[in-house]
Nanobody
Framework: QLQASGGGSVQPGGSLRLACAAS????????IGWFRQGPGKEREWVSC????????IYADSVKGRFTISRDDAEDTVYLQMNILKPEDTAVYYC????????????????WGQGTLVTVSS
């Protein structure tokens, strides 16, 4: 089971940190990804981090602003989001993948409930 949290409302330029807490499986074995779906938009891959946390990749739209990290002792993955823009407004989801680092939602098997991020002045 995955549970995303940390969403909220923030002004443009602000920051939020999302958390994805896992339970019921060996968290450290999986790549963990973040996806988002904005109003009227298709689901979009945001970032993912390798098992062990040694590598991470980002969508161009968030590169340099978002940072993904993981704490396997706490079975939690974080997404630090800085310099938020209105176009970052979306429901954010975390998911697990038994594959390597990838942006293909079909390669993610367990999905958590989303957390809403709203960026507005």
């Amino acid at each position: 089971q995955l549970q995303a949290s940390g969403g909220g409302s923030v002004q443009p330029g602000g920051s939020l940190r999302l958390a994805c807490a896992a339970s019921g499986f060996t968290f450290g074995d999986y790549v963990i990804g973040w996806f988002r779906q904005g109003p009227g938009k298709e689901r979009e891959w945001v970032s993912c981090i390798s098992s062990g946390g040694g590598r991470a990749i980002y969508a161009d739209s968030v590169k340099g602003r978002f940072t993904i990290s993981r704490d396997d002792a706490e079975d939690t993955v974080y997404l630090q989001m800085n310099i938020l823009k209105p176009e970052d407004t979306a429901v954010y989801y975390c998911a697990t993948s038994p594959w390597g680092l990838n942006s293909d939602p079909d390669k993610y098997d367990y999905w958590g409930q989303g957390t809403l991020v709203t960026v507005s002045s």
